[in-house]
């Protein structure tokens, strides 16, 4: 049985729906010991979540040696003695922001490999397979390490829950913050909307949307299909000033792994293909039969975008009254 260790992204007291299927791959059916890490001290909101998906140990992180939210340095060095005291086997975490931010610095504290944005894990095997050569193809690699430092792309393995009794045990850091860098403010740009890296839902505007204004429409069929959906575009649109780059989704923006993405005129490019093709279903909306999109999707509906969304949302809004 190894020991396996998650960083925990807590969010107003909730965990991140993301972070459960990272905790499916760490306690493999019940077969490892799983060690939720969480870098705050009160976890008691959270504790019946992290029960219900596998976690044995839930570390709450007490320290007087600086303020954690404000070093990431300090955060990296605190980690290090956990994965040391805890003597964990692995240590994985999302490949958030803020896991890819962390996790890179503490493999160069510790001097140690990392594989990031993994799409799945084989712990025994100490193996990770992740998307190269732009989603051309799928590569496994092997970790030559005693500890393995993955960070798991959100949503690409599938949550399920493994209800065990958890305990709560306070680690109380020793380390101090060496000062290199210090967060002085957070600027946030998405407006409280989902982050597209961690969607579960992803309905995405390519060219033909022809303006900002008409991405209202996409925006108001995103709010039927649930609070975990975002509205994507393609850099076709990023391009034509249509939406932000923050919004783009492909080989040049963000890749995404949504349980479900719809694509609206959308072409269906290698470059945008790329940043989501690992998606679980694929729905394609486009006027034109021969789009190399219908040759990669699920589901395709031959139509106008501007026919088909409003009907969806209008048929969405009727089945939530």
């Known amino acids: 049985m190894a020991k396996v260790g998650v960083l925990i992204e807590i969010e107003n007291g909730e965990v991140k729906e993301t972070d459960l299927g990272v905790l499916t791959a760490a306690c493999k059916g019940g077969g490892n010991e799983v060690f939720a890490i969480a870098m705050q001290e009160n976890t008691d909101a959270a504790a019946s979540v992290l029960a219900e998906y ?4 839930i570390v709450q992180v007490v320290t007087k040696g600086g303020d954690i939210k404000g070093s990431p340095d300090f955060e990296t060095r605190i980690l290090a003695e956990a994965v040391k005291n805890f003597e964990l086997n692995a240590l994985l975490g ?3 922001a803020k896991g890819r931010d962390l996790f890179a610095r503490l493999a160069a504290f510790m001097d140690v490999p990392l594989v990031s944005d993994c799409i799945s894990i084989d712990l025994d095997a100490k193996t990770v397979r992740k998307s190269h050569f732009s989603g051309k193809t799928v590569a496994t690699l092997k970790v030559e390490s005693e500890l393995m430092l993955c960070t798991i792309r959100p949503n690409a393995i599938e949550a399920q ?6 305990q709560t045990v306070v680690f109380e ?3 101090a913050d060496p000062g290199l860098t210090k967060i002085t403010d957070v600027k946030q740009s998405t407006g409280g909307k989902v982050d597209l890296t961690e969607a579960g839902i992803i309905i995405t505007g390519g060219r033909p949307i022809d303006s900002a204004d008409n991405y209202k429409m996409l925006d108001e069929c995103a709010a039927q299909l649930g609070e975990s959906t975002a509205v994507g575009a393609s850099r076709a649109a990023v391009d034509a000033g249509f ?8 080989q040049t923006g963000k890749t995404v792994s949504p349980k479900l993405y719809i694509g609206c005129g959308l072409s269906g490019s290698v470059q945008h293909f790329a940043g989501m093709k690992t998606s679980k279903v694929i729905v394609a909306i486009n006027t034109d039969k021969d789009a190399p999109i219908f040759n990669k999707c699920d589901y395709g509906i031959i139509a106008d975008m501007y026919d088909v969304v409003p009907v969806l949302t209008q048929v969405l809004k009727e089945q939530s009254d």
Do not use: D, K, Y
């Not at 596998?54 to 140990?57: E, I, K, M, W």
């Not at 829950?161 to 958890?166: E, R």
């Open 161 to 166: 829950t493994m209800p065990v009794q958890a």
């Open 94 to 96: 999302l490949a958030s």
């Open 243 to 250: 939406a932000p780059h923050s919004m783009q989704v492909g």
């Open 173 to 175: 850091a020793q380390a």
């Open 54 to 57: 596998g976690v044995n140990q």
